[in-house]
């Protein structure tokens, strides 16, 4: 059963850090693009991160540059998002997913792309 599962995710206060993992089962990561979103209650699902399979290529939410940074380890089959200076708006369901190609699709999290995790939930709250 190919599968991903999104873990880190907790209570933290404002400017505080959490580091969010990605792993796959049933397939093999390395071989696709992974993006990031999440969903605030009663808001639409956005995007926040991408990165290709061998990890040369990101890009990222504006809101989100020079606090998060994506990136993978294909060698323990997981994608992390480290988000630091977290901001009570960071508040969400935090989802990844999987796609065979770095594209729009899969950094946009259109609903094409294949995979996708349950989520984790990011609190920040003091």
């Known amino acids: 059963q190919l599968q991903l599962v999104e873990s880190g995710g907790g209570l933290v206060q404002p400017g505080g850090s959490l580091r969010l993992s990605c792993q796959a089962s049933?397939?093999?990561?390395?071989?696709?693009?992974i993006g990031w979103f999440r969903q605030a209650p009663g808001k639409e699902r956005e995007d926040i991160s991408c990165?290709?399979?061998?990890?040369?290529?990101?890009a990222y939410r504006t809101s989100v540059k020079g606090r998060f940074t994506i990136s993978r380890d294909n060698a323990k089959n997981t994608v992390y998002l480290q988000m630091n200076s977290l901001k009570p708006e960071d508040t969400a369901i935090y989802y990844c997913?999987?796609?065979?190609?770095?594209?729009?699709?899969?950094?946009?999290?259109?609903?094409?792309?294949?995979?996708w995790g349950k989520g984790t939930l990011v609190t920040v709250s003091s």
């Open positions: 997913a999987a796609d065979i190609y770095y594209s729009d699709a899969v950094c946009g999290g259109d609903d094409v792309v294949p995979y």
């Open positions: 990165i290709n399979n061998s990890g040369s290529k990101t």
């Open positions: 049933g397939f093999t990561l390395r071989d696709y693009a």
